[in-house]
Structures are given as structure tokens and as C-alpha cells.
């Protein structure tokens, strides 16, 4: 079993910097990648990306490259997503998630970070 | 954008069976497995299917999966009031390289 926790809901000005955290803990192939979704209000959910935890390599979805950065730090297993400057736009909640036993399946979820930016 | 196409709604009474689609391209459905996501109200997604059709422990037999070629479909059959919720396909891209999901479909029990 793998858990995924998140951390709180933000509300921020449009170009604010924010950082958000996803804290892995559980079995070992969790350890491989995590990835991140964005869920708009009233919209589908949406893949942004994910990184390897061995060694920090990145894959962006191409709509997400250049807006967001996710890094990692393996000294407490945390990955972050992290905006340099915030868009109203931006507004939604964002969820971690991993595999499981197979490796092009999102098993587990996180809580889901809502983030709010006001312009 | 969403790179599955999902219809928006589908509704049922309780103990029907309603069936939700999804149509990709040969980039994704047509190369790789599909999973199925039940998300209700509030809460984050949640692995219904895998691998075309498989049950995680504890999803009901009510709910069944299935694939071919470039296009997948999920049952729920004996319908319930619990399952009313957002469903959601999603699978791998080789274009992309990355993962895809559909456009989400809105099951209501009438």
C-alpha cells in the first residue's frame, strides 16, 4: 500500500511564487515516479507530468512545460510542484499520484491541494 | 485538452445497466492497456479498472471493463445510488509520452 499526503489548501495573488508538497510513504515501487493531475472547477482531469525519484528526471506534458517545476527530495521521500509566478488561471486542486504493480497504471492518489489565485 | 473522448452524461435507474465509452487514437488506446477512475464529490480519483478489465480488491463485480482497438467501455450493472459519480478513462501515449485522460463522464441515478 502507498500513501500520498498532500500539503493544505493555498490562496494566493496572481504572480505570487507557491510551492506544494506531496509526502510518499508505503511500498518500495512508489519510489519510482510520481506524477501530477490538475482538476479545474468543472472541467476533466488533466496530466502534468511526473518525476522519477531515483534522479529527479522530469517529463512534462506539453501543456505544463515552462509553467510549472516539479523537483524532489529523496532525504523525506517529497515531491514538490512549484509556480514561479501564479496565473488566476492556475486556480485549482492538484493531485500527487504513483503507480502501483504495473508501471502505466495510477494506482494511488493523494488528497488533492486546492489553490486558489486571485487576480 | 483531453486526448480521450468520453460522452458527457449518462444516467440510470437503480439496478440498470449503463455503459460509458471512450475513443482514442492509435498513439494510445490502440497501444496501450486502459484504466478506469471513479471520482466522487469531493474526493480524489480512485482506480475502478486496470489493464482493460481487471478489479482492484474491494471494486464490486458490478462494475466490468473492456477494450478493442482504439476504443474501450466501462458497464456498471445492478446500478446504485453510491455510484453516482465523475468516470474517467485514461491510458498511455506514445505521442505524448505521457498519460491521457478522457473527458469525463457525469453517471447520475435517477
Not at chain 1, 54 to 72: E, H, K, L, N, W
Not at chain 2, 41 to 60: C, D, F, Q, W
Not at chain 2, 97 to 109: K, S
Amino acid at each position: 500500500e502507498v500513501q500520498l499526503v498532500q500539503s493544505g489548501a493555498e490562496v494566493k495573488q496572481s504572480g505570487e511564487s507557491l510551492k506544494i508538497s506531496c509526502k510518499v510513504s508505503g511500498d518500495t515501487f512508489a519510489y519510482s515516479w510520481i506524477g501530477w493531475v490538475r482538476h479545474m472547477p468543472g472541467k476533466g482531469l488533466e496530466w502534468m507530468g511526473l518525476i522519477y525519484l531515483g534522479d529527479s528526471d522530469t517529463r512534462y506534458s506539453p501543456s505544463f512545460q515552462g509553467q510549472v517545476t516539479m523537483s524532489a527530495d529523496r532525504s523525506s521521500d517529497t515531491v514538490f510542484l512549484h509556480w514561479s509566478s501564479l496565473k488566476a488561471s492556475d486556480t485549482a486542486i492538484y493531485y500527487c499520484a504513483t503507480r502501483g504493480n504495473h508501471d502505466r497504471v495510477i494506482a494511488f492518489w493523494g488528497q488533492g491541494t486546492l489553490v486558489t489565485v486571485s487576480s | 485538452q483531453s486526448v480521450l473522448t468520453q460522452p458527457p452524461s449518462t444516467s440510470g435507474t437503480p439496478g440498470q445497466t449503463v455503459a460509458i465509452s471512450c475513443s482514442g487514437t492509435q498513439s494510445n488506446l490502440g497501444s496501450h492497456t486502459v484504466n478506469w477512475y471513479q471520482q466522487l464529490p469531493g474526493t480524489a480519483p480512485k482506480l475502478l479498472i486496470y489493464s482493460n478489465a481487471v478489479r482492484p480488491s474491494g471494486v464490486p463485480e458490478r462494475f466490468s471493463g473492456s477494450k478493442s482497438g482504439t476504443a474501450a467501455s466501462l458497464a456498471i450493472s445492478g446500478l446504485r445510488s453510491e455510484d453516482e459519480a465523475d468516470y474517467y478513462c485514461a491510458t498511455w501515449d506514445d505521442t505524448l509520452n505521457g498519460f491521457v485522460f478522457g473527458t469525463g463522464t457525469v453517471v447520475t441515478v435517477l
